[in-house]
């Protein structure tokens, strides 16, 4: 089982960027899935994280200007980021609990990371 983020890239102050995060393998179900980023010098610190049924929660410097969604058909994930600012520059991972049978545990599992850079 794989977790690839991807859409990651450089958007100048006040501009959008859309990132997903697709969970590949033989997967039974995915529970709770989320966007962490780590900033150079700091700790990861979490986004927003979204439910099965799609209860959100996000960090408070992030409501109002990003959204996390997720399409269970695909195992898909997706953090559509608007209003950016320069301090929303990170590398971005996705997380994701997930079982991949009916008889184990959920396992959690984390992606590569995609770059974010906000700036003029």
């Known amino acids: 089982v794989q977790l690839q983020a991807s859409g990651g890239g450089l958007v100048q102050p006040g501009g959008s960027l859309r990132l997903s995060c697709a969970a590949t393998?033989?997967?039974?179900?995915?529970?709770?899935m989320g966007w962490y980023r780590q900033a150079p010098g700091k700790q990861r610190e979490l986004v927003a994280t979204i439910a099965t049924r799609g209860m959100t929660n996000y960090a408070d410097f992030v409501k109002g200007r990003f959204t996390i969604s997720r399409d269970n058909a695909v195992n898909t994930m997706y953090l559509q980021m608007n209003s950016l600012k320069p301090e929303d520059t990170a590398v971005y991972y996705c997380?994701?609990?997930?079982?991949?049978?009916?008889?184990?545990?959920?396992?959690?599992?984390w992606g590569q990371g995609t770059q974010v850079t906000v700036s003029s």
């Open positions: 393998g033989s997967i039974f179900s995915i529970n709770e």
């Open positions: 997380n994701a609990d997930i079982k991949l049978t009916s008889y184990v545990p959920e396992l959690d599992y």
